[in-house]
């Protein structure tokens, strides 16, 4: 037995030396070559006879080997085929998700890279954006940032900044890797890459970061200058950052550098939003001196501070100096007459629509109200009644402030029955509902019981009614069905 044993083995080992006597021949019958021809059923039984079997742990290890090379073959079958369809002219990727169901995250980031190769960037984002509705297990951090950073990398800033948004709403705190390609992109777009990343983090209201590109500045020699402090008083001033705003601008003026204009609206912006009212003119009397022209939003906020501190007559002031500095305007008289109508003066505001007439200016809605408040005001329903009267002659036409007006007035005692008649006949009520007056006057006034009562009946409407276009008409019936004019017009 022994001697069997020793020469099977002998023989075994005879068979897989490569370097023995006859073993090429040997060799060449058992291990055959790719694709040759298969031996016959005797022959594999007569190799059978003196082969050993493999071992078991090597079968195991053989058929999971084949299971893995089937699995990526039907893997790859299937992304050649995922990409044979986006090849079509005219192919619709977000189609061709909804016709395959959904997207393992290899097929769907391989999508992404042939979007990308091919320029269609709309596209990444709008598969993105279904692809991770599926499964809501995608909607990370992880996979919002691969796809910003893909976005930026092409220059697609908007497309980058949406998605951003997007990532918010889902509730996802953003990361320095979210924010940095944004930062990174925003910045190639500035010619100064110190600039535009003092910009871009300002953007995002990263002031830290601000202070720290500062000093990696002076750290690489490269000292600011005039540009990258105006910017950065500008990035403070819209962040409400005060002190930093004003350390800046004092060193600005110790250094004697140059002060853009830009700067000094921000810091007057920044004041007027702040209300302080002692710096907020300082600055606007800088600006009015060097002859800049200032956006009627931001005088609208200096006008906003003076209402709101009762400082009146400051708005009179407000309109001559512009006047005086740009020319007269619609705003400025409606600054003007605002001074008076909210001293409740009819003495002043008789003064105001004098000049008016005599400048040959325009008597428009802002104006018409801001008389028909004072009177209402006043209780003054002899002169209220008047200018009612006399707005068709004028070519007033009402707005949702006007008929406002008129049923407030009616809450308190006054008969508009005639007016509202009028303007019925004149076919006003069967416009589109407008708001055309300043939102100053709303400012100095407040809404009123019928506005008020209009966003609140509003608000409760369904959304497809919200859609529909109201005329004044139609707003009129509306509170008449869910509270009752009459009960518009008396007070609670």
Same mark, same amino acid.
């Given at each position: 037995?022994?001697?069997?044993?020793?020469?099977?083995?002998?023989?075994?080992? /005879? =068979? $897989?030396?490569?370097?023995?006597?006859?073993?090429?021949?040997?060799?060449?019958?058992?291990?055959?070559?790719?694709?040759?021809?298969?031996?016959?059923?005797?022959?594999?039984?007569?190799?059978?006879?003196?082969?050993?079997?493999?071992?078991?742990?090597?079968?195991?290890?053989?058929?999971?080997?084949?299971?893995?090379?089937?699995?990526?073959?039907?893997?790859?079958?299937?992304?050649?085929?995922?990409?044979?369809?986006?090849?079509?002219?005219?192919?619709?990727?977000?189609?061709?998700?909804? &016709?395959?169901?959904?997207?393992?995250?290899?097929?769907?980031?391989?999508?992404?890279?042939?979007?990308?190769?091919?320029?269609?960037?709309?596209?990444?984002?709008?598969?993105?954006?279904?692809?991770?509705?599926?499964?809501?297990?995608?909607?990370?951090?992880?996979?919002?940032?691969?796809?910003?950073?893909?976005?930026?990398?092409?220059?697609?800033?908007?497309?980058?900044?949406? =998605?951003?948004? &997007?990532?918010?709403?889902?509730?996802?705190?953003?990361?320095?890797?979210?924010?940095?390609?944004?930062?990174?992109?925003?910045?190639?777009?500035?010619?100064?890459?110190?600039?535009?990343?003092?910009?871009?983090?300002?953007?995002?209201?990263? *002031?830290?970061?601000?202070?720290?590109?500062?000093?990696?500045?002076?750290?690489?020699?490269?000292?600011?200058?005039?540009?990258?402090?105006?910017?950065?008083?500008?990035?403070?001033?819209?962040?409400?950052?005060?002190?930093?705003?004003?350390?800046?601008?004092?060193?600005?003026?110790?250094?004697?550098?140059?002060?853009?204009?830009?700067?000094?609206?921000?810091? #007057?912006?920044?004041?007027?939003?702040?209300?302080?009212?002692?710096?907020?003119?300082?600055? *606007?009397?800088?600006?009015?001196?060097?002859?800049?022209?200032?956006?009627?939003? #931001?005088?609208?906020?200096?006008?906003?501070?003076?209402?709101?501190?009762?400082?009146?007559?400051?708005?009179?002031?407000?309109?001559?100096?512009?006047?005086?500095?740009?020319?007269?305007?619609?705003?400025?008289?409606?600054?003007?007459?605002?001074?008076?109508?909210?001293?409740?003066?009819?003495?002043?505001?008789?003064?105001?629509?004098?000049?008016?007439?005599?400048?040959?200016?325009?008597?428009?809605?802002?104006?018409?109200?801001?008389?028909?408040?004072?009177?209402?005001?006043?209780?003054?329903?002899?002169? $209220?009644?008047?200018? #009612?009267?006399? /707005?068709?002659?004028?070519?007033?036409?009402?707005?949702?402030?006007?008929?406002?007006? #008129?049923?407030?007035?009616?809450?308190?005692?006054?008969?508009?029955?005639?007016?509202?008649?009028?303007?019925?006949?004149?076919?006003?009520?069967?416009?589109?509902?407008?708001?055309?007056?300043?939102?100053?006057?709303?400012?100095?006034?407040?809404?009123?019981?019928? $506005?008020?009562?209009? &966003?609140?009946?509003?608000?409760? $409407?369904?959304?497809?009614?919200?859609?529909?276009?109201?005329?004044? *008409?139609?707003?009129?019936?509306?509170?008449?069905?869910?509270?009752?004019?009459?009960?518009?017009?008396?007070?609670?």
């Amino acid at each position: 037995m022994e001697n069997v044993l020793t020469q099977s083995h002998t023989h075994f080992c /005879l =068979a $897989l030396n490569p370097n023995s006597r006859g073993s090429k021949s040997r060799n060449s019958s058992v291990f055959t070559k790719p694709f040759a021809k298969f031996t016959s059923l005797t022959t594999r039984i007569g190799h059978a006879s003196f082969d050993p079997l493999p071992p078991l742990t090597d079968s195991v290890s053989d058929s999971k080997h084949t299971t893995l090379l089937v699995e990526t073959y039907h893997v790859h079958n299937s992304l050649r085929n995922l990409l044979a369809k986006l090849e079509k002219e005219d192919s619709c990727p977000l189609h061709i998700l909804s &016709e395959d169901g959904d997207w393992s995250k290899d097929h769907f980031w391989a999508v992404v890279r042939f979007l990308k190769k091919a320029s269609r960037f709309t596209e990444i984002l709008q598969v993105f954006d279904m692809w991770k509705n599926i499964e809501t297990s995608r909607i990370n951090e992880l996979n919002y940032n691969k796809i910003i950073s893909l976005l930026c990398e092409e220059g697609m800033m908007e497309g980058a900044l949406s =998605a951003l948004q &997007e990532m918010k709403i889902q509730g996802l705190k953003p990361s320095l890797d979210t924010y940095n390609p944004i930062i990174h992109g925003l910045s190639r777009e500035d010619t100064e890459t110190y600039d535009g990343l003092i910009r871009a983090y300002g953007k995002f209201q990263m *002031y830290d970061e601000m202070g720290k590109c500062v000093k990696k500045m002076e750290l690489d020699g490269c000292s600011p200058d005039h540009v990258t402090y105006n910017i950065l008083i500008q990035e403070y001033a819209q962040g409400g950052l005060l002190q930093r705003m004003e350390k800046l601008y004092q060193r600005m003026l110790s250094k004697r550098m140059q002060l853009q204009s830009s700067t000094l609206v921000a810091m #007057l912006d920044a004041y007027a939003i702040f209300g302080i009212v002692e710096k907020m003119e300082k600055f *606007y009397r800088k600006l009015l001196n060097s002859k800049t022209c200032l956006e009627d939003d #931001l005088i609208r906020k200096l006008a906003e501070v003076y209402i709101k501190s009762y400082m009146f007559s400051r708005l009179e002031d407000l309109g001559l100096e512009l006047r005086s500095a740009f020319g007269e305007s619609d705003l400025v008289w409606c600054l003007r007459l605002l001074s008076y109508a909210c001293l409740l003066s009819r003495k002043g505001m008789d003064i105001i629509v004098r000049e008016m007439q005599d400048a040959k200016a325009r008597l428009n809605v802002t104006i018409a109200n801001i008389i028909m408040l004072a009177y209402m005001k006043m209780r003054d329903f002899k002169h $209220l009644r008047i200018f #009612l009267s006399q /707005l068709p002659i004028y070519g007033v036409k009402p707005d949702i402030i006007t008929i406002g007006i #008129l049923f407030d007035a009616e809450r308190i005692g006054f008969d508009g029955s005639g007016a509202l008649e009028t303007w019925r006949r004149m076919g006003y009520l069967y416009r589109i509902v407008e708001m055309k007056t300043d939102s100053l006057v709303l400012t100095a006034f407040g809404k009123g019981h019928f $506005l008020k009562s209009y &966003e609140e009946v509003y608000s409760s $409407l369904h959304p497809q009614d919200r859609e529909k276009s109201w005329t004044y *008409y139609d707003l009129i019936a509306l509170l008449s069905k869910h509270i009752g004019t009459k009960d518009c017009m008396k007070p609670k």
